[in-house]
């Protein structure tokens, strides 16, 4: 078991030992823990699905496995990034740009954000398209390289990888539980269905 998923795992345990005695304290930030772990725990929180990976071959075998356990394999997968159609190129779906004909939205983001665990994404994953008007499960491909405390940092990332111009549509992924969607909590967002495979580059 390698250090990332001892840290995962260490800290979803004791999170569910002190559930009872620290209701009162389980929303505030953690300032001194280290970012991955907090992120970790916090989408963990939101409902996500968390599968870390090593290398491309993990990431490859976890994705087919994904595809496998929701009978995806032939459905039609929503990837708007050329570059990463390519790369994924011999996965067993197929591929669309229509976001009304993809079941599964293959994707990139911008940044992992700690200190919530949402998800950071703009123009360049989703195109102009709001979240309600794509596919209610998403597929994120991500590095622990993208993982940043605040949302803040986030926005700065994005200004200095984009100097020339910066993306539009720039928004987060928070709610990853569908039945959320009727959650008055997470009134205005949209609940996605939720994978995310995280591929180690530090």
């Known amino acids: 078991m390698n250090l990332f998923r001892k840290i995962f795992k260490a800290k979803a345990q004791k999170q569910d030992e002190n559930s009872d005695t620290n209701q009162d304290n389980k929303y505030?930030?953690?300032?001194?823990?280290?970012?991955?772990?907090?992120?970790?725990?916090?989408?963990?929180?939101?409902?996500?699905?968390?599968?870390?990976?090593e290398n491309m071959d993990e990431i490859l075998d976890c994705l087919n496995q994904i595809l496998e356990e929701n009978q995806w394999q032939n459905k039609q997968a929503l990837i708007f990034n050329k570059t990463l159609e390519k790369q994924f190129q011999n996965i067993p779906w197929e591929v669309t740009n229509d976001p009304n004909k993809g079941h599964v939205?293959?994707?990139?983001?911008?940044?992992?954000?700690?200190?919530?665990?949402?998800i950071l994404i703009s123009s360049n994953q989703i195109a102009e398209k709001k979240l309600p008007e794509l596919p209610a499960n998403f597929i994120v491909f991500a590095s622990t390289s993208q993982i940043v405390r605040t949302i803040g940092e986030g926005l700065k990332g994005i200004k200095t990888k984009n100097r020339k111009k910066i993306p539009s549509n720039i928004t987060t992924i928070?709610?990853?539980?569908?039945?959320?969607?009727?959650?008055?909590?997470?009134?205005?967002?949209s609940a996605k269905n939720l994978y995310l495979l995280l591929l180690e580059d530090l």
């Open 28 to 53: 505030l930030p953690k300032t001194n823990d280290p970012e991955d772990e907090v992120f970790t725990i916090n989408f963990n929180n939101n409902g996500g699905k968390f599968l870390y990976c």
């Open 105 to 118: 939205l293959f994707t990139t983001c911008e940044f992992l954000i700690a200190s919530n665990g949402s």
């Open 174 to 189: 928070k709610h990853f539980k569908i039945e959320d969607e009727k959650n008055f909590m997470s009134y205005g967002s």
